[in-house]
């Protein structure tokens, strides 16, 4: 049934005067945004055929386009790894879940933020016309900006988005909003949240985003490879940039290594991961949650049988002397032994002692993931991984030391001499229309506190020394992120969002955020605009153009437009936009790098030419590097950046916070939940993983139906589980069953494994939320995403972080009826209301 779109007359008229006219259709056209001839090729593609290069978070690709239509990808020829995922990008655009049209919650139309808003996920929704949508959104800004100040508008970002530097969504909502007013701002990500705050006290950088050291030196120096909870096999395919997949050529020479036995690479992780299967090594299976005491056994065995680096300790260090009494077991009466160890982590007191020793005895690579401190007390992980290779005293040496990104970007590859392009900027330096008072409350919150914020304003939270005082939010704004995926606690989010007067989300993808939204604004995906961006992601392997591929879809509009045109209700287009269209946007940031380029001593061609003819600009190879090396080699004129300049094993900054969950050097805290007689393991056995996908990014290509119809099972997200929990519960690969606990209920798709150890099963972040019945709290969820079952509660006081990946679940063959799967079909679109209904309350 087609939609009814609404006349224009049932606009607000009193702020509506003289905006009518400069609706963003009437204005913004491609012809207007793309008025050089040059740039005709890809201007108007609605009968275009042909061949288009362009480039995703998958990687680059060739699409195919016949009479407007992309019906074929194929990867990018100088991608030597392509991801199958590659196959899922071209149903971004075709799917039966994209944002058609501006559309508007049934009961937020009919009482503005009044609205009833536990009918908030009904999926009732009304198209209405962009400048209306618009309106309503400039007018909902401004109220509370009026009424409440900036505190009670929550526009921070973080989100995945999509790869360009002009169109990067969140900055340009931030940008957008920024110039209207001030607002509540977050602090971390869900990525690193632990990691990113504990890792500059101990080791002066974040540790977690920077380049890692390169491939080849690690490869010839390196005797033992640890990868401590990290899968980059499966997680280098995507990339923030449109990454180039090189790390992938030195997985195959690892495994040659391998198979040689010149490496000897141990996998501490209680699945079998691809990186595993891909490369070859050992496993030790290690119960989940319990690295930090296996660490600390391996610490205590370095130090009992003196296999430790005095030398380095005294050098580089500073504060082993007050974590050795902890270690010992002087301050709280327990040694930390393998065989204490052992009864925690599983893994028998022998072979810990065997680990220890193979780690000292030659240079030892210990590459460690993130999923680790995605948890109850993920800081200590983090923080202690460090400690255990100062002990081994080969940081900064190549194929030594420790590293936290190898998994991420294209760490390890060789990073080129070219120039590092910029991108669309956040901030303008115009002032805000509005800069209220914060009223006391904090200007910023940590990211993953922000539903614990909408359900308790006036609370303090400790913060990495900080207080942080919870603002009364009454409106929030999402856009290129979901937030009904990322976040824990599916249930809960539920009942709390009702507390929001208004939520706006800027997408290309129905999504769950879209759901659980008000005002809903269709923005295009990459394909459908034109753009650029940096090819390889630490690699910096080259520029890549993103020129469209096909025209945009339905009434999908670029969030450069969308904003700019939000923007011209408060008179800030022009800072907005700078006076510039996207394509001398997309023009200054390659002539920036053309610019910074000669004083490197690479020549690029001018912007039309790169545009019009290659799109693709590969920069000349760099040299070899190596981690912490600057400081080995020189620690007083290269100090680290902490307090000392030296690797903190016991930090008195954070110490002196007075954080029980976070003392002076790491530790082992128990957790709320935790499998294998742990707390809260007898009612639910098994420790849920929520790691992320091996078939989409988070939460994006999910919609994609055809690829997701590659990894689903009857019809559903799988959940893999052990062969022996499988047998217990009568499940076999391929049934559907129910995931659950208190928090809530999950279908999911059985893949019976022998890959998993016992107690342990793991269903893919970024499962779309699929209710049984839309809005409300508890119900059941027919798809399987895994944050329906997952706790909301802080890393600890230090970091604030998520704690996603702690959580517990139990298994059972679903014997009820089975429901469709209801996440997949964008909104209900409501068009039998008559357009004269109640005029809301705008004043
Ligand atoms: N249980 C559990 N939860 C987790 C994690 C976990 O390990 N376990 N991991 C966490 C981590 S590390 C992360 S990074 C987060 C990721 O969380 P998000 O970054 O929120 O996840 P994405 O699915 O990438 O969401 C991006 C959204 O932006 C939309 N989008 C894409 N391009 C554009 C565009 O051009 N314009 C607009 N307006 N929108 C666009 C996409 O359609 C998609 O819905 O999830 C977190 N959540
Ligand atoms: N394909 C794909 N790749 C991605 C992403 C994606 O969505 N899809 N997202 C990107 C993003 S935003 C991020 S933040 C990174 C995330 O990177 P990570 O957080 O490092 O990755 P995960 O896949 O969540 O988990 C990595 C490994 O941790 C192991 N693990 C889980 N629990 C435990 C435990 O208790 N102990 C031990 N020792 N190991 C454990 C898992 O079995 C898995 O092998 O990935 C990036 N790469
Ligand atoms: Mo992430």
């Known amino acids: 049934m087609a939609t009814q779109i609404l006349n224009k007359g049932v606009s607000r008229r009193r702020f509506l005067s003289g905006m009518v006219a400069a609706s963003a259709a009437s204005v913004v056209g491609t012809s207007l945004l793309a008025p050089r001839k040059a740039l005709a090729a890809t201007d108007t593609k609605a009968n275009f055929s042909g061949e288009v290069l362009s480039g995703s978070h998958w990687g680059a690709f060739r699409a195919k386009v016949e009479n407007g239509v992309w019906v074929d990808t194929v990867p990018f020829e100088k991608d030597k790894n392509p991801t199958s995922m590659i196959n899922g ?91 209207h007013g001030t607002y509540l701002g977050k602090m971390g990500d869900y990525s690193t949240g632990a990691a990113q705050v504990v890792l500059p006290y101990v080791a002066g950088a974040m540790e977690v985003y920077e380049q890692q050291t390169s491939w080849p030196l690690v490869l010839e120096h390196s005797d033992t490879i640890v990868i401590w909870g990290s899968d980059p096999v499966k997680n280098l395919q995507v990339g923030w940039l449109v990454p180039d997949h090189s790390p992938y050529a030195y997985f195959e020479q690892l495994a040659d290594k391998v198979k040689n036995n010149e490496i000897k690479v141990i996998y501490i992780d209680p699945v079998v991961s691809d990186t595993q299967k891909f490369v070859g090594g050992e496993q030790v299976k290690v119960n989940p949650q319990t690295d930090v005491p296996l660490m600390l056994a391996i610490a ?62 030659g240079r030892t690579q210990i590459i460690g993931g993130w999923c680790l401190q995605r948890m109850q007390h993920g800081e200590q992980y983090a923080w202690m991984l460090v400690v255990v290779a100062a002990m081994l005293g080969q940081i900064g040496l190549p194929g030594g030391g420790f590293g936290f990104g190898w998994h991420y970007n294209d760490a390890g590859s060789i990073t080129s001499n070219g120039p590092l392009m910029s991108g669309f900027s956040g901030v303008t330096g115009v002032d805000p229309i509005h800069n209220g008072s914060y009223k006391g409350y904090s200007s910023y919150i940590p990211v993953a506190r922000f539903v614990d914020c909408i359900e308790n304003p006036g609370k303090t939270i400790q913060w990495n020394g900080h207080d942080i005082t919870f603002p009364e939010m009454k409106m929030a704004i999402f856009c290129g992120n979901n937030p009904f995926h990322h976040h824990q606690d599916r249930n809960k989010m539920i009942k709390i969002w009702r507390k929001l007067e208004t939520v706006v989300s800027v997408e290309h993808q129905w999504t769950a955020t879209c759901r659980f939204a008000d005002i809903v604004l269709p923005a295009t995906t990459t394909h459908e605009r034109n753009d650029i961006e940096q090819y390889g992601n630490h ?48 023009e200054q940031f390659y002539n920036g790098a053309r610019l910074q380029g000669r004083g490197l001593g690479v020549r690029m061609p001018n912007f039309k030419k790169f545009w019009e003819e290659e799109g693709f600009i590969e920069f000349p190879a760099g040299t070899e590097w190596v981690r912490h090396e600057s400081f080995r080699n020189e620690p007083d004129l290269e100090p680290l950046g902490t307090a000392t300049g030296l690797i903190e094993i016991y930090c008195k900054a954070i110490a002196d916070m007075g954080y029980d969950d976070c ?105 779309w939320y699929s209710p049984l019945e839309g809005g409300k709290p508890g119900t059941l969820c027919t798809y399987g995403d895994p944050n329906v079952l997952t706790q909301d509660i802080g890393s600890s006081k230090l970091a604030q972080a998520t704690s996603a990946a702690s959580a517990l679940v139990e298994i059972e063959k679903y014997t009820g009826k089975v429901p469709a799967v209801t996440g997949f079909h964008g909104p209900t679109a409501v068009t039998d209301i008559n357009p004269l209904f109640p005029a809301m309350d705008l004043e």
């Open 663 to 767: 003392q002076g050097h790491p530790m082992w805290f128990e957790k709320k939940e935790r499998s294998h007689g742990g707390p809260g393991s007898e009612k639910f056995p098994l420790n849920l993983q929520s790691t992320h996908p091996k078939h989409r990014l988070h939460s994006q290509l999910c919609s994609s139906t055809e690829h997701r119809a590659t990894y689903s099972v009857a019809d559903r997200e799988p959940v893999y589980i052990s062969t022996q929990d499988a047998k217990a519960r009568g499940i076999k690969s391929g049934d559907i069953v129910r995931v659950f606990n208190d928090r809530g209920e999950v279908l999911a798709g059985a893949v019976v494994t022998d890959d998993y150890m016992s107690g342990v099963c793991r269903i893919h972040e970024g499962a």
């Open 89 to 179: 990008v071209r149903e971004v655009v075709y799917n039966p879940a994209r944002v058609k049209y501006p559309m508007v919650r049934l009961d937020w139309l009919k009482h503005g933020y009044k609205s009833d808003t536990s009918q908030r996920g009904d999926n009732r929704f009304v198209r209405v016309p962009w400048s209306q949508a618009l309106d309503f959104f400039y007018h909902e800004l401004e109220r509370v900006q009026n009424n409440y100040g900036p505190s009670a508008l929550y526009a921070g970002h973080t989100g995945w988005q999509s790869v360009g530097k002009l169109h990067s969504a969140g900055t340009m909502m931030m940008r957008a909003i920024g110039l």
């Open 300 to 361: 205590h065995t370095l130090y009992t049988e003196n296999l430790y680096n005095k030398e380095f300790l005294a050098d580089y260090t500073t504060g082993f002397d007050k974590f050795l009494p902890y270690l010992l077991g002087e301050k709280d009466g327990t040694a930390k032994t393998p065989e204490w160890a052992e009864k925690i982590c599983g893994i028998d007191a022998d072979t810990i002692r065997e680990l220890a020793r193979q780690m000292a005895s």
């Open 539 to 586: 690699s910096n392997a080259g520029i890549i153009a993103l020129p469209k591929v096909v025209e945009p879809m339905y009434e999908a509009k670029d969030d450069f437009d969308i904003f700019r045109d939000l923007c011209r209700r408060f008179d800030r287009e022009e800072a907005f936009t700078e006076g510039k269209s996207q394509m001398e946007w997309i």
